[in-house]
């Protein structure tokens, strides 16, 4: 039982290059997140997931898009990488969401990505 | 809009001292809180959430909806409890919104 992985663990991108990264549970969780860690701003949810097939805009999804196509799957694209885009990623899992019993969020180890 | 504050980014203590990491929060409903800890190199976990009120690693965090506070505390620090703590906030959505976070160092 892996639980969240994530894949890159680092990365370094040019300016208006684009990269994909790829985030896969074996919970069987129905909710899945994206967040972005910055120095000093905590943890900023991008975009998250209640299911198969459905995605929602978090607090700072501009820049970025997800696909959720298999359950167990949440990739975060970024089109056109930005230095401000410059963070680290992480990526979370949960059973099941608000005001439930089983919303604790599981996650990733994390992925580092530069853009120069 | 809902927030969650952590005034202190970096609270040291020696071990054995009282602990108290502070958490205030802003929303107009009633909110689900919870702390989150990540140790050095170590995943982001739950430590523990409000609705449970139970006792994690001798911490312990009450939800005060008078002055909106959730702050973490714990009698006797240990040098293990050194770590990165978010306090987070979830409201009547799926999200959870977290604070800036505290990183508590546990002298010997």
């Known amino acids: 039982n892996a639980g969240v992985t994530q894949t890159p663990k680092f990365r370094v991108l040019k300016t208006g290059q684009s990269m994909t990264l790829l985030c896969a549970q074996d919970?069987?969780?129905?909710?899945m997140y994206w967040y972005r860690q910055d120095p000093g701003m905590g943890l900023r949810l991008i975009h998250y997931?209640?299911?198969?097939?459905?995605?929602a805009k978090g607090e700072v999804p501009d820049g970025y898009n997800v696909s959720r196509l298999k359950k167990q799957n949440f990739l975060l694209g970024l089109e056109s990488a930005a230095p401000s885009q410059t963070s680290v990623y992480f990526c979370?899992?949960?059973?099941?969401?608000?005001?439930?019993?089983?919303?604790?969020?599981?996650f990733g180890p994390g992925t580092r990505l530069t853009v120069l | 809009a809902q927030r969650v504050t952590q005034p202190e980014k970096l609270l040291s203590v020696f071990k054995g001292a009282p602990v108290e990491l502070k958490c205030n929060y802003s929303?107009?409903?009633?909110?689900?809180l919870f702390w989150y800890v990540q140790y050095s190199r170590q995943r982001l976990q739950l430590l523990l959430r409000?609705?449970s009120r139970e006792s994690i690693k001798g911490f312990t965090a009450d939800l005060n909806k008078g002055e909106t506070s959730f702050h973490l505390k714990k009698p006797f620090a240990q040098e293990e409890d050194s770590a990165m703590y978010y306090c987070?906030?979830?409201?009547?959505?799926?999200?959870?919104?977290f604070g800036t976070g505290t990183r508590l160092q546990v002298f010997p």
């Open positions: 979370a899992s949960s059973y099941e969401g608000y005001r439930s019993s089983y919303n604790e969020q599981f």
């Open positions: 919970m069987n969780h129905e909710y």
């Open positions: 997931s209640v299911g198969e097939g459905t995605t």
């Open positions: 929303y107009s409903g009633s909110p689900e």
């Open positions: 409000h609705i």
């Open positions: 987070a906030l979830t409201d009547n959505t799926d999200k959870l919104i």
